[in-house]
């Protein structure tokens, strides 16, 4: 079954602070992995898109990185603002199924 | 130029009742799809459709159909409405493959 699993389910850090998330994935075959900010009871809104041939994308202060051997990205966060306190969301497209399959999400707190 | 547009923003209706939803894709966009989003979940893929065309269908009961127009605006219509239709209802447009854009979404209460 084709799944896309994040990690962790939720994260608090301090404003400035850098943090990673996981999105393992077994989508097959695979055309692309984005990830998403979505902030409560909005829609996602897009911050990277990579092909299968790309490692790394960097979008101002989030960098997404891609390992297609083991199906694995993650997303950093550096020097983190109050306003990153959202939810992350990797979504996997598969040529085959002809949409995007979606992770659950890292809900993501920023304190100051 | 304006991005992808949905109305109405919340709206509340009771079990069994009928329920629209509308989408307005970003222009020269021929595809729109549509997902809900239970709370707290990733959106779950419900219909896709282009050039006015089903494209694509979730695993969701035959209570929920769309159409697209030929301005390819869409509308998203669930019947005999059940307590856990309840969620965020999204849509998202693109110019076929490409990056999905997604609106405001729809917050749709059944009680």
């Known amino acids: 079954k084709n799944q896309v699993e994040q990690s962790p389910q939720s994260l608090i850090i301090l404003e400035g602070k850098n943090c990673t998330l996981q999105?393992?994935?077994?989508?097959?075959?695979?055309?692309?992995l984005r990830w998403y900010k979505q902030d409560t009871g909005r829609g996602p809104v897009s911050l990277t898109i990579?092909?299968?041939?790309?490692n790394t994308k960097s979008n101002g202060r989030y960098t997404a990185t891609l390992d297609a051997d083991t199906k694995q990205s993650s997303l950093h966060i550096t020097a983190s603002q109050l306003s990153d306190s959202a939810s992350y969301i990797c979504?996997?497209?598969?040529?085959?199924?002809?949409?995007?399959?979606f992770g659950k999400g890292t809900k993501l707190s920023v304190k100051p | 130029d304006a991005g992808v547009t949905q109305s109405p923003t919340h709206l509340i209706k009771t079990r069994g009742q009928h329920v629209t939803l509308r989408c307005s894709p970003i222009?020269?966009?021929?595809?729109v799809s549509w997902y809900q989003q239970v709370l707290g979940q990733g959106p779950q893929f419900i219909f896709q459709?282009?050039?006015?065309?089903?494209?694509g269908r979730g695993n969701f009961p035959d209570r929920f159909s769309a159409r697209q127009f030929p301005n390819y605006s869409s509308e998203l219509n669930v019947n005999a409405l059940l307590l856990g239709d309840s969620a965020l209802y999204l849509c998202?447009?693109?110019?076929?493959?490409?990056?999905?854009?997604f609106g405001p979404g729809t917050r749709l209460t059944v009680t």
């Open positions: 979504v996997v497209s598969s040529p085959r199924q002809g949409n995007l399959i």
């Open positions: 999105c393992n994935y077994t989508v097959s075959p695979f055309s692309n």
């Open positions: 990579m092909t299968f041939s790309e």
């Open positions: 222009s020269g966009h021929k595809s």
């Open positions: 998202a447009s693109s110019s076929g493959l490409a990056e999905q854009y």
């Open positions: 459709y282009y050039e006015k065309e089903e494209r």
